[in-house]
C-alpha cells in the first residue's frame, strides 16, 4: 500500500501522497485529479438580491463562518484586495492547513490568478461580518486535507466555484462524492458551481452503424469541436463503467481536416486483479495549438461491449459544433447534498434565462440539479471593468445569502438556511416544481420583508480540471473500495 507519508511527497492528505513522477518498483498509483475554476461588489448586486434591505435590518452574517475553497489566490493584485479581516489556510504545504498563504508564491502556473480573491469579494459585500476564511486548495488530495479541516474548525458554509473532472460519470458518486458526504455528515454545506460546460459538452449512448469500429456523433462518426489557443486540457471523455472498470476498452482520436491525426489517448482499461487499481472508464485527448483550431473527436472501440454504454465528452476551455447541455453539471455539482448554483446575468437578473454556458441538469445519479442560480457579470475590485462571470461568480453570491439568512435567524442549520433560499427563488419564466434542469428552483434572492411564519421553507430542499502534468498520486484501498 502506498504510504500517504511518502518521503518524496509533494503533499500528503490521510489517504494519499503526490509525487513528481510515477513511483519506483511495484507501487500503485493514479492521477491526480486538479479542478478547474468556474469563472469566467456593486450596488447593482445588492439591490438586484435584497441584500441592501438586510442589511439596513442588521443582517450582515455575523457569527456566520464561511470558507472560499480555491486554487488562484497568487495573482498580481492577491491577497492585496480589501477583503477586511481574514483568515489564510494553505492545505497544499501542511495537511492541517493551519499555515497561513500569505507569505507563498503560487508553484504552478494554474495557480496565477485571483479567481479566488474574486469570489471573496463577493462574499465580502453581500455578507460583509461573515468570519471569512481562505483556504488554497489546488487538487484532489488538498480538497482532503480541506475538507477534514472544515470539519474541524466547524465551518458553517463552504463555497467553491471549482468542477473536478473524470472522478465518476458526474453522478455524485466516487472520491469528490465521498468527500462531499463526510461534509454533509458533520452539518458543512458546500455551495458549489454547476460548472460552465454547456456549450462545450456532449453526451449520448454508444452507437455505431456502420460498423467501422468508431462511435456516432448525430449520424457522423465523429464530432466536431474548437481547441482553444494554447489550451492544453484538450477533451475529456468519460463511459459509464466506473463501477465495472476493464469491461469496455476505448480510445480518443483527434484529426484535423484532411484526416491527420494530432492527438490521441488510448490508455488501457483493464481489471483482472482486485490489486489493478489504476483502471479508470476515461480517456484524455490533447493537442498544442498555437491558434484556435477546428479538429475531428472520434472514440474509437479497442474490445468490449457497447450496447447501451453512455459515453459522456467534456471540453473545458474548447467547444463542442453541436453540443448537449443536458447533463454537464459537474463534479462535485452532481453530488445530491451539496447546492448547486447556476448562473444567470446580474443585468436584469429577474427576467433573464441562465447564462448559455451555464451548465445544466439533469445529472446521471438519482439528484435534480442544480438546486438555484445565482447572479453573474459582477462588479469586483480584481477583475476591473471585465466583470466577474460564470458560476464561479454566481457561486459565492448564493453562499453569502444562505449566511445572510442563518444570521437573522440562528436557529437554521446551513442546510436550512438553503431550504429558506429556495422557497424564495424568483420563478418568472421558468417551472415551479424545482426541477428545471436550467436552474432548479429558479433565480436566488432575499425578500424585501419577511417573517419567520411565511417563509420557513415551505418547499423541500432538493440538495439533490484539468490534468495537472507529471503529478502522480496513490490512495488508500480501504477509502477507493468504499467509494465505487
Not at 93 to 116: A, D
Amino acid at each position: 500500500m502506498f504510504d500517504p507519508d511518502h518521503p518524496e511527497a509533494l503533499v500528503s492528505s490521510e489517504v494519499a501522497s503526490v509525487l513528481q513522477g510515477p513511483p519506483d518498483g511495484n507501487v500503485l498509483w493514479e492521477w491526480e485529479a486538479i479542478p478547474h475554476t468556474d469563472g469566467w461588489v456593486d450596488t447593482a448586486l445588492l439591490q438586484t438580491v435584497n441584500a441592501d434591505r438586510w442589511h439596513q435590518q442588521g443582517h450582515t452574517g455575523a457569527g456566520i463562518k464561511v470558507a472560499v475553497f480555491d486554487l488562484q489566490w497568487f495573482g498580481a493584485e492577491g491577497l492585496t484586495a480589501d477583503l477586511g479581516e481574514v483568515f489564510t489556510h494553505d492545505c497544499w504545504v501542511q495537511r492541517s492547513c493551519e499555515r497561513p498563504m500569505e507569505p507563498l508564491r503560487p508553484r504552478f502556473s494554474f495557480e496565477e490568478g485571483v479567481h479566488g480573491v474574486g469570489c471573496a469579494e463577493v462574499i465580502r459585500a453581500l455578507a460583509p461580518d461573515v468570519e471569512l476564511h481562505l483556504v488554497r486548495v489546488n487538487g484532489q488530495t488538498t480538497l482532503e486535507n480541506a475538507v477534514a479541516w472544515a470539519i474541524r474548525e466547524e465551518i458553517d458554509i463552504i463555497s467553491m466555484s471549482l468542477s473536478f473532472f473524470q472522478r465518476s460519470f458526474y453522478d455524485g458518486t466516487g472520491p469528490i462524492g465521498a468527500l462531499m458526504d463526510d461534509l454533509a455528515d458533520a452539518d458543512v454545506l458546500m455551495v458549489t458551481s454547476a460548472g460552465n460546460y454547456a456549450s462545450a459538452h456532449w453526451r449520448g449512448v454508444y452507437q455505431d452503424a456502420d460498423q467501422d469500429g468508431r462511435m456516432d456523433f448525430g449520424g457522423s462518426n465523429r464530432l466536431r469541436v474548437l481547441f482553444r489557443e494554447d489550451n492544453t486540457r484538450g477533451a475529456y471523455v468519460n463511459w459509464d463503467q466506473f463501477r465495472s472498470c476493464g469491461l469496455t476498452d476505448l480510445a480518443v482520436v483527434v484529426r484535423d481536416d484532411e484526416g491527420n491525426i494530432l492527438g490521441r489517448s488510448d490508455a488501457p482499461q483493464v481489471f483482472e486483479r482486485e490489486e489493478d487499481e489504476n483502471c479508470e472508464p476515461s480517456e484524455r485527448a490533447r493537442i498544442v495549438a498555437s491558434e484556435d483550431t477546428w479538429a475531428w473527436l472520434e472514440v474509437v472501440r479497442n474490445h468490449g461491449p457497447t450496447a447501451g454504454l453512455q459515453v459522456d465528452v467534456m471540453f473545458p476551455g474548447g467547444r463542442v459544433e453541436n453540443p448537449v447541455a443536458a447533463g454537464s453539471v459537474t463534479d462535485p455539482g452532481s453530488h445530491p447534498r451539496v447546492f448547486t448554483v447556476g448562473a444567470v446575468e446580474l443585468d436584469g437578473y429577474l427576467n433573464n434565462d441562465v447564462e448559455g454556458f451555464s451548465s445544466q441538469g439533469p445529472v446521471a445519479g438519482t439528484a435534480h440539479k442544480p438546486d438555484i442560480a445565482g447572479p453573474d457579470g459582477l462588479s469586483v475590485d480584481v477583475y476591473g471593468g471585465r466583470g466577474f462571470y460564470g458560476t464561479s461568480a454566481a457561486t459565492p453570491a448564493v453562499a453569502a445569502m444562505i449566511a445572510l439568512i442563518m444570521s437573522e435567524d440562528p436557529s437554521l442549520s446551513s442546510q436550512q438556511a438553503a431550504a429558506r433560499l429556495q422557497g424564495w427563488a424568483w420563478q418568472h419564466g421558468g417551472r415551479t416544481d424545482g426541477r428545471d434542469p436550467r436552474w432548479g428552483w429558479g433565480r436566488a434572492r432575499l425578500p424585501e420583508r419577511w417573517t419567520h411564519q411565511d417563509s420557513c421553507g415551505r418547499r423541500p430542499l432538493l440538495m439533490s480540471l484539468f490534468l495537472l502534468p507529471l503529478l502522480w498520486c496513490r490512495r488508500r484501498a480501504g477509502r477507493e473500495t468504499k467509494e465505487w
